[in-house]
C-alpha cells in the first residue's frame, strides 16, 4: 500500500525534477539494488549482503534488516534531473565500474548516463578513472 501511495504521490506531481543519490558500494541507488528490474516504480526489494553490512553504521543497534523501500529505476531514471554523488577511497572501485561500463542490471548505478545525469565524486572516488 505504502509503494502505491508513492507512485500516486509521485504521479500527481507529473514526476520528480530533481532527485540527488548516492552510490553504493555494490553500485545500488536508492535501494535498487544490484539485479533489480529497471522497469518498475516504488518497490519492495530485499538488501544485498553488502547493503545491509554498510548500513549497520547508521543504527546504534544491531538491526535484522532485510528489505527496503525504494523508488523504483523507472522513476528516478524519468526525473528531469539526477545528481550521483560518491566519495572516498571506497567508492573508488564502484566509480571507475559505473563510468567505464555499459549499462547493465548488475550495477544499476550504470543506468543514469542515459539519463539527465551530474556525477559529482571527490578526487579520491575518481582517482581509478583515466582522465
Sequence with gaps: AECARVDAFIDERGGMD?????IGLNGH???????????????V?????????VMSKYFDTDLPLTHGISLG?????AAKEIYLV?????K????????EKAPTVAIPAT???????TLVVDKIA???VKA
Design 92 to 99: 573508488v572501485d564502484i566509480v571507475k565500474q559505473v563510468i
Design 111 to 117: 543506468f543514469v548516463k542515459e539519463a539527465n545525469t
Design 18 to 22: 530533481f532527485i540527488l543519490l548516492g
Design 45 to 53: 526489494v530485499e538488501l544485498d549482503d553488502v547493503t545491509k553490512r
Design 29 to 43: 541507488i536508492g535501494f535498487n539494488e544490484p539485479f533489480v528490474p529497471v522497469d518498475v516504480n516504488c518497490h
Design 126 to 128: 575518481a582517482s581509478g
Design 73 to 77: 529505476m523507472k522513476q528516478i531514471l
Design 86 to 90: 560518491a566519495t572516498g577511497a571506497k
